[in-house]
């Protein structure tokens, strides 16, 4: 680990850990430790990789604290697996975050390995979608807004359409190229890896908001009232950030142990904070209100680069609750003039109007505001989904948690 003292907490699925982690961190505070930044990863296939990413995410912070600050740091690692610009994760990463299903996973991937070009091996794909989501036991619900859970439309709907759009916006991002996989319905197998992809995303978003809600907001309010001087300052990368902001939801009432609250390229609605949906306001969103739980500021990183949040996210959003007809293009179901389906991580905060927007080299050189949402454009240092191991985002963490020279 590249940086002391560091603690690594660790919850299951459901968000339970093992006894005495609350106490661990409320130890480093009777040490002298003011400041506990406290990092979230996203899909990663190994607790061994976690803690990788979090040396590498952590490395720059010492050197760039005020003298005097006294900060201390911990990871979180909970079962998750990749969601980045990487392919489909492999068997056995999915094997390891998804054990039960193991007789599922290894099915979908003799299909995907054979690309059959019947439709029938199509519609086994879909099945085997289903069951490994448990569609039909327990629905997913619109990502960042507060509404009875449903089934996602794609998992339910022609998986051959469902493919073909897929493919067609892998396409369009040049992420696969146009040809290979040869013609007819074969070809719909490019597709059929990403919609494997955000299948098992449905599994982890649920996942991670419960982990953030049932275990890290508890035991955060559980060092708080053992330690009320310790700062705490949340960071989290993808769907790690999904997690960080649910804690916001898990916090014991009275309690405001939480600093700052920063989101690196968050894999979740950016729309989750607002009081009002733009396009119905008669529902709000799924975190609403929940940036006042942060002493100071709630800061979303976003990046025009993130092709995982500016195409597939949006795309995928779209057709989890779309009840019409899947027939279209993919530029009909992700344009510009829809913002209802996009990521805090590609465009910021959106519909929270005392938020502002700025952009990296204002923010390094002027500081982070301190209080409310502020969305930074990082669009000049992240180049990816997962290009978040940078010197200039620590300076943003350290700037939004007032412990910078």
């Known amino acids: 680990m590249s940086v002391e003292p560091y603690r690594e907490i660790t919850f299951d699925k459901d968000g339970d850990g093992p006894p005495g982690q609350a106490s661990e961190l409320v130890a480093l505070a009777r040490r002298g430790v003011g400041d506990l930044v406290v990092f979230a990863h996203g899909w990663n296939n190994s607790p061994?990789?976690?803690?990788?990413?979090?040396?590498?995410?952590?490395?720059?912070?010492?050197?760039?604290?005020?003298?005097?600050?006294?900060?201390?740091?911990?990871?979180?690692?909970?079962?998750?697996?990749m969601f980045t610009d990487e392919p489909v994760p492999d068997y056995r990463a999915l094997v390891t975050v998804l054990p039960e299903k193991e007789p599922v996973i290894g099915r979908l991937t003799e299909l995907l390995a054979a690309a059959p070009p019947e439709e029938e091996a199509f519609a086994e794909f879909g099945a085997l979608l289903r069951e490994l989501t448990d569609v039909g036991v327990e629905g997913v619900g619109l990502e960042g807004v507060a509404v009875p859970e449903a089934v996602p439309e794609f998992l339910v709907a022609d998986p051959v359409e469902?493919?073909?759009?897929?493919?067609?916006?892998?396409?369009?991002?040049?992420?696969?190229p146009a040809e290979g996989f040869g013609g007819?319905?074969?070809?719909?197998?490019k597709g059929a890896k990403e919609v494997l992809r955000q299948a098992t995303y449905y599994v982890m978003k649920k996942r991670a908001g419960r982990v953030g809600e049932q275990g890290l907001g508890p035991l955060l309010g559980e060092v708080a009232r053992a330690a009320p001087g310790l700062r705490v300052h949340l960071v989290g990368h993808s769907m790690g950030a999904r997690l960080v902001a649910y804690a916001l939801r898990g916090l014991p009432a009275g309690?405001?142990?939480?600093?700052?609250?920063?989101?690196?390229?968050?894999?979740?609605?950016?729309?989750?904070?607002?009081?009002?949906?733009?396009?119905?306001?008669?529902?709000?969103?799924?975190l609403r209100d929940l940036q006042h739980r942060v002493r100071g500021p709630v800061v979303a990183c976003y990046s025009r680069h993130d092709t995982a949040l500016g195409v597939m996210y949006p795309l995928a959003s779209r057709l989890a609750n779309d009840s019409e007809s899947l027939t279209g293009t993919v530029s009909g179901?992700?344009?510009?003039?829809?913002?209802?389906?996009?990521?805090?991580g590609h465009d910021g905060v959106r519909a929270v109007p005392e938020g502002v927007r700025r952009g990296l080299a204002d923010v390094l050189r002027e500081g982070v505001p301190g209080s409310g949402c502020v969305s930074v454009?990082?669009?000049?240092?992240?180049?990816?989904?997962?290009?978040?191991?940078?010197?200039?985002?620590?300076?943003?963490?350290?700037s939004a948690a007032r412990t910078g020279r």
């Open 162 to 176: 469902v493919c073909a759009l897929f493919t067609e916006a892998l396409e369009s991002a040049g992420t696969v």
């Open 48 to 81: 061994s990789g976690a803690t990788r990413l979090c040396s590498d995410f952590f490395e720059p912070f010492p050197g760039l604290l005020a003298p005097g600050v006294e900060a201390g740091y911990a990871g979180v690692v909970w079962p998750s697996m």
């Open 255 to 286: 309690v405001r142990p939480v600093v700052s609250l920063t989101l690196l390229q968050g894999s979740f609605s950016h729309y989750a904070f607002a009081a009002r949906l733009p396009h119905d306001p008669g529902r709000s969103g799924s």
């Open 333 to 344: 179901l992700i344009g510009a003039d829809d913002p209802r389906w996009g990521a805090i």
């Open 184 to 189: 007819g319905l074969r070809k719909y197998w």
């Open 377 to 398: 454009d990082v669009a000049d240092v992240v180049r990816s989904h997962s290009d978040i191991c940078r010197t200039e985002l620590a300076r943003l963490v350290v």
